[in-house]
């Protein structure tokens, strides 16, 4: 009989680990299936130019199954439970699939419920997201409506996925409301729980300089209690308050609802406590989890779900064959910040290096935390790149998994980090 | 580093005044820290936030965040906010004699 791994969730990480995983092992040996609840795979990245009118939501969408080898089995079903002792799913369709190994990649949820007033009477009226593709659809049409006033931005809390989306959001919000000739009747402020723009030092700075550049103010350490429609305004648990003509709010993430159903999976967000090193489950060796859907502390991005593939899908092989698994993840990410009028930031980085200036992935790459036209372009060519290369479960030819050192200004994180430690950091 | 005597007892702290030696603390100095920093007394609510505080980090390594902490220690976000002022995950870590609780990206 071959043996089953059983890959629970169907999006990035998830497509990914299967394809590697049914190019490498063969089809009389392993069967390989993937669960998913339903059939339509939204290229998340695009999510940000929705309400800018960049892109559609039909655009987004594709089936999933049709992302998937041939070899590799298509359940369309939610998942109910996972049975660690048993070695099984239960299925919302009455069914149980017993497996050898599992893939956890059910990523993160949005919890819009769990903040007080924030789904209430000023929900996709005042009150918006972009992080779903209806909130995506709503919020275009209150942007084009929007033409003075009060815009928030707003991170409930951490974590979230792609923590540099809102920023981006920020910035785009700025170039759009230029061009269209009403900046100057538009505040825009950035409301964020962590102590400044992003976490790192050198980062930091260079986007908190962008985002005073482009006239958008910050408020810190703001941890939303209430979101209150009626009065337009944020309340903080600490009683703060902001104005808002118009929230933009990314909601509370945590794992998915099944995880916390499934006795001795899941840490009391939902995510799974996951061993940052060989991606295998703190719960169970049969385990193992990519994408957003980890307790790391590694950002949650389509590129980390990328890196993570590669070690994933030799780590699961390892284990069938009750080898010790020797393929070790670092943290890598690797994320494109979008800056508005034709530009954009590229950030890379892991658990030891923080972002700094220089070149990726080599000397003579793109310029790294610096504005530039060719990472605009590089943005936006990776819509194609997530289709057909990294979906595939295909190395990006020159962007290895572990993160190149050649390029990088290091020296600049040495120098920056100390002044940095004191002040970013945890709340 | 630094020294700081709390109730007798001499324990390591950071700059920002958080233990660096969890086993370094007793009770006293968890009430003379939170004199410190302005909460006064301690509470049965403060005693089982600062209980939970230091069960995840024996367990996990890490003080958790405020969300996780609502939840494990069943103490709302709102209430943890009384109880804690100044950011419950930060000053009850401060109180429980664990490392300030790292913000995550
Ligand atoms: C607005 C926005 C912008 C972003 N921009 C970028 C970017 O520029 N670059 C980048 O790298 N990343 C970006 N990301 C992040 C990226 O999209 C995610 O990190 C990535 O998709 C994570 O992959 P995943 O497989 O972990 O989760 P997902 O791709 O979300 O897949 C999880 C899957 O699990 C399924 N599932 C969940 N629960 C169940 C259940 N009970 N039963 C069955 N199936 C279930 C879901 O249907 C889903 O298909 C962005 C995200 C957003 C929201």
Redesign the interface.
Same mark, same amino acid.
């Given at each position: 009989m071959p043996k089953r791994i059983v890959v629970l969730g169907g999006g990035t990480g998830g497509t990914i680990a299967a394809n590697r995983l049914r190019r490498s092992l063969a089809e009389e040996d392993v069967d390989v299936v993937v669960v998913d609840r339903d059939d339509d795979h939204v290229y998340q990245p695009g999510l940000l130019f929705v309400p800018f009118g960049m892109s559609t939501p039909s655009r987004l969408v594709r089936p999933r199954a049709r992302q998937l080898l041939p070899g590799v089995r298509f359940v369309r079903s939610a998942v109910d439970a996972v049975d660690l002792q048993a070695g099984s799913v239960a299925l919302d369709d009455g069914s149980t699939l017993g497996y050898d190994v599992l893939v956890v990649a059910s990523g993160a949820s949005l919890l819009p419920g769990e903040t007080e007033g924030l789904t209430g009477g000023g929900w996709r009226r005042s009150v918006h997201t972009f992080y779903d593709l209806e909130g995506a659809a709503a919020l275009a049409g209150a942007m084009a409506r929007f033409d003075g006033g009060e815009l928030v931005v707003n991170v409930a809390?951490?974590?979230i996925k792609c923590?540099v989306a809102p920023l981006e959001f920020s910035f785009l919000a700025d170039w759009w409301f230029r061009r269209r000739r009403v900046r100057d009747r538009v505040h825009l402020t950035f409301v964020t729980p962590?102590?400044g723009a992003?976490?790192?030092a050198v980062c930091n700075r260079e986007l908190s300089g962008l985002l005073a550049a482009k006239g958008v103010d910050v408020v810190t350490?703001f941890?939303t %209690?209430t979101v209150d429609a009626d009065a337009g305004r944020l309340v903080s648990?600490?009683g703060r308050e902001v104005p808002f003509d118009l929230a933009v709010v990314v909601p509370?993430h945590g794992g998915a609802p099944y995880v916390g159903r499934s006795p001795g999976l899941g840490?009391?967000?939902g995510f799974v406590p996951t061993d940052p090193v060989t991606l295998q489950a703190r719960s169970h060796p049969d385990v193992f989890v990519i994408g957003d859907a980890t307790d790391l502390?590694a950002?949650k991005a389509g590129s980390v779900a990328h890196f993570e593939g590669e070690v994933v899908a030799h780590n699961v092989a390892r284990h069938l064959q009750g080898r010790p698994l020797d393929a070790a993840f670092d943290g890598h990410a690797n994320c494109f910040i979008e800056s508005g009028f034709g530009k954009a930031l590229l950030i890379d980085f892991n658990d030891e290096v923080e972002p700094v200036p220089g070149h990726f992935p080599g000397p003579v790459g793109l310029p790294l935390l610096r504005e530039s036209r060719l990472n605009h372009l590089g943005k936006l060519a990776f819509e194609q790149l997530y289709w057909h290369v990294l979906l595939p479960g295909r190395s990006i030819p020159g962007v290895p998994s572990r993160m190149p050192r050649s390029g990088k200004l290091l020296a600049v994180a040495a120098a920056g980090g100390e002044a940095g430690r004191?002040g970013? %950091? %945890?709340? | 580093m630094a020294v700081m005597t709390y109730a007798g007892t001499d324990v390591d702290v950071d700059a920002e005044g958080f233990l660096t030696d969890a086993s370094q603390w007793n009770e006293g100095v968890a009430a003379e820290i939170a004199r410190a920093e302005g909460i006064g007394e301690l509470t049965d609510r403060h005693w089982l936030v600062i209980g939970v505080m230091r069960r995840e980090f024996e367990e996990k390594g890490a003080g958790p965040a405020v969300r996780a902490l609502a939840k494990v220690s069943g103490v709302g976000i709102a209430e943890l906010y009384q109880l804690f002022p100044k950011g419950p995950a930060k000053e009850a870590a401060k109180i429980a004699g664990i490392p300030k609780p790292r913000g995550c990206i």
């Open positions: 809390d951490m974590p923590p962590l102590d992003f976490t790192k350490e941890n %209690g648990y600490d509370l840490d009391p967000l502390a950002s004191s970013a %950091g %945890g709340r | -």
